[in-house]
């Protein structure tokens, strides 16, 4: 499959070759199912399958629109919808939505929201009321995405990483993470935390700052916070985000998401 996709990436004449069509919906069904994914774990990073990108864009250039009812609603699309949810073990309350192509892991539970093609959500998550998983973002086990939480996705460029949430974080309401940032495993977000490549994340548990890029260690607790910035027309505040401390071993996994804010006093 790889080797077929990578040459119709070169040549796009080859999308009309039944063969390599056939390779890309085999990718897609296996997406849809979790046995590929865009972006694996190794050793203590992540691997970007550039390939598996790929055979996405490509899957949008072979689909043709069509009308998807549901009724009473309609919808005019290249890209079916999930479905059999009762088969996969997955709760689903409308209106949410998850493309074709996306990973549903047992257990997951989809309140109003939406999780986009190429995306993989493990077992045990929580997709909160008007959350969004964008394409191809990596959700791990036993994840709360908070309502109206906005989790990135990206298609292009194919060597860009996705967002990556690890396992058992809490990402608060209305919070953003986009741009491929990794959020590292029993990591706490507060409410409306904002997280981009650009973003400055602050260790401010020391006496001198520590600042990270597109990364929130491991247990950490983040709160959104602003720095002063010089400008042509002066001085200005910007938004960043501060690490206030780390996630107690002693509180249980299950009640620590919550408590972990309330340690410091900070609203989920």
């Given at each position: 499959?790889?080797?077929?996709?990578?040459?119709?990436?070169?040549?796009?004449?080859?999308?009309?070759?039944?063969?390599?069509?056939?390779?890309?919906?085999?990718?897609?069904?296996?997406?849809?199912?979790?046995?590929?994914?865009?972006?694996?774990?190794?050793?203590?990073?992540?691997?970007?399958?550039?390939?598996?990108?790929?055979?996405?864009?490509?899957?949008?250039?072979?689909?043709?629109?069509?009308?998807?009812?549901?009724?009473?609603?309609?919808?005019?699309?290249?890209?079916?919808?999930?479905?059999?949810?009762?088969?996969?073990?997955?709760?689903?309350?409308?209106?949410?939505?998850?493309?074709y192509g996306s990973y549903l892991a047992p257990g997951v539970v989809m309140m109003p929201s939406y999780v986009n093609i190429g995306?993989?959500?493990?077992?045990?998550?929580?997709?909160?009321?008007?959350?969004?998983?964008?394409?191809?973002?990596?959700i791990g086990k036993r994840v709360h995405l908070s309502g109206g939480v906005g989790i990135g996705g990206v298609l292009e460029p194919?060597?860009?990483?996705?967002?990556i949430i690890e396992d058992n974080c809490f990402i608060g309401s209305r919070s953003i993470v986009v741009e491929g940032v990794r959020?590292?495993?029993?990591?706490?977000?507060?409410?409306?935390?904002?997280?981009?490549?650009?973003?400055?994340?602050?260790?401010?548990?020391?006496?001198?700052?520590?600042?990270?890029?597109?990364?929130?260690?491991?247990?950490?607790?983040?709160?959104?916070?602003?720095?002063?910035?010089?400008?042509?027309?002066?001085?200005?505040?910007?938004?960043?985000?501060?690490?206030?401390?780390?996630?107690?071993?002693?509180?249980?996994?299950?009640?620590?998401?919550?408590?972990?804010?309330?340690?410091?006093?900070?609203?989920?």
């Amino acid at each position: 499959m790889q080797e077929l996709i990578e040459k119709a990436w070169v040549d796009r004449t080859l999308l009309t070759n039944p063969n390599v069509q056939q390779a890309i919906q085999q990718v897609i069904e296996k997406l849809d199912t979790g046995i590929l994914r865009v972006a694996s774990p190794k050793d203590n990073s992540w691997i970007v399958n550039e390939w598996v990108k790929k055979a996405i864009l490509l899957y949008f250039s072979i689909q043709k629109m069509e009308v998807i009812e549901i009724p009473p609603f309609k919808f005019y699309d290249k890209i079916p919808l999930k479905n059999n949810f009762d088969k996969i073990g997955v709760r689903i309350v409308p209106h949410g939505i998850a493309r074709y192509g996306s990973y549903l892991a047992p257990g997951v539970v989809m309140m109003p929201s939406y999780v986009n093609i190429g995306a993989y959500v493990d077992s045990e998550t929580m997709v909160d009321t008007w959350a969004t998983v964008g394409s191809c973002a990596q959700i791990g086990k036993r994840v709360h995405l908070s309502g109206g939480v906005g989790i990135g996705g990206v298609l292009e460029p194919v060597q860009a990483s996705p967002v990556i949430i690890e396992d058992n974080c809490f990402i608060g309401s209305r919070s953003i993470v986009v741009e491929g940032v990794r959020v590292c495993k029993e990591a706490v977000l507060g409410a409306n935390v904002v997280l981009t490549q650009s973003t400055k994340i602050i260790d401010v548990t020391a006496k001198e700052p520590v600042e990270y890029k597109a990364f929130i260690p491991e247990r950490s607790v983040v709160i959104p916070g602003s720095i002063n910035k010089k400008f042509p027309a002066g001085e200005y505040q910007v938004s960043c985000a501060l690490i206030i401390g780390k996630r107690k071993e002693s509180t249980n996994l299950k009640t620590s998401l919550n408590d972990a804010l309330r340690d410091f006093n900070v609203s989920a």
